[in-house]
């Protein structure tokens, strides 16, 4: 397969288990990796034989700055889920950071990494 990787996408999210982070909100920063094959959209120059990556851009930081979640883990399950929506992905690697995460001592970022398959 090959692969189309989005970096750094960032959004405010209220996502969290406590209120201070649901009332205030914070950072989130999600890095995608698409996996598909590109060779039916190279052979015609065809944007719709591909994963149009502005538009998956636009779809992730949507549900990032959307409905509160609790955990990372979920917020991490639905990027995936919305990623595998696009016919050509076949499978989606996706890392949530949570930069400003909660935690008493000095850290420098927490993340969770899912990888889903359609189907």
């Not at 999210?13 to 698409?34: I, P, W």
């Not at 636009?58 to 959307?66: F, W």
């Not at 950071?97 to 889903?116: E, G, L, N, Q």
């Given at each position: 397969?090959?692969?189309?990787t989005?970096?750094?996408?960032?959004?405010?999210?209220?996502?969290?288990?406590?209120?201070?982070e649901?009332?205030?909100?914070?950072?989130?920063?999600?890095?995608?990796?698409?996996?598909?094959?590109?060779?039916?959209?190279?052979?015609?120059?065809?944007?719709?034989?591909?994963?149009?990556?502005?538009i998956?851009?636009?779809?992730?930081?949507?549900?990032?700055?959307?409905?509160?979640?609790?955990?990372?883990?979920?917020?991490?399950?639905?990027?995936?889920d919305?990623?595998?929506?696009?016919?050509?992905?076949?499978?989606?690697?996706?890392?949530?950071?949570?930069?400003?995460?909660?935690?008493?001592?000095?850290?420098?970022d927490?993340?969770?990494?899912?990888h889903?398959?359609?189907?």
């Amino acid at each position: 397969m090959d692969r189309v990787t989005l970096r750094g996408l960032r959004a405010r999210g209220h996502h969290g288990v406590f209120e201070r982070e649901r009332a205030e909100g914070q950072t989130f920063v999600v890095d995608l990796v698409l996996y598909l094959d590109t060779r039916p959209a190279a052979a015609d120059d065809d944007l719709t034989r591909t994963a149009h990556y502005g538009i998956v851009a636009e779809e992730v930081t949507a549900i990032i700055a959307g409905e509160p979640v609790e955990l990372i883990e979920t917020l991490a399950q639905r990027i995936a889920d919305q990623c595998l929506k696009h016919d050509p992905v076949e499978e989606v690697e996706v890392t949530v950071h949570k930069p400003d995460a909660p935690i008493t001592v000095p850290f420098d970022d927490v993340t969770v990494t899912i990888h889903r398959t359609r189907g």
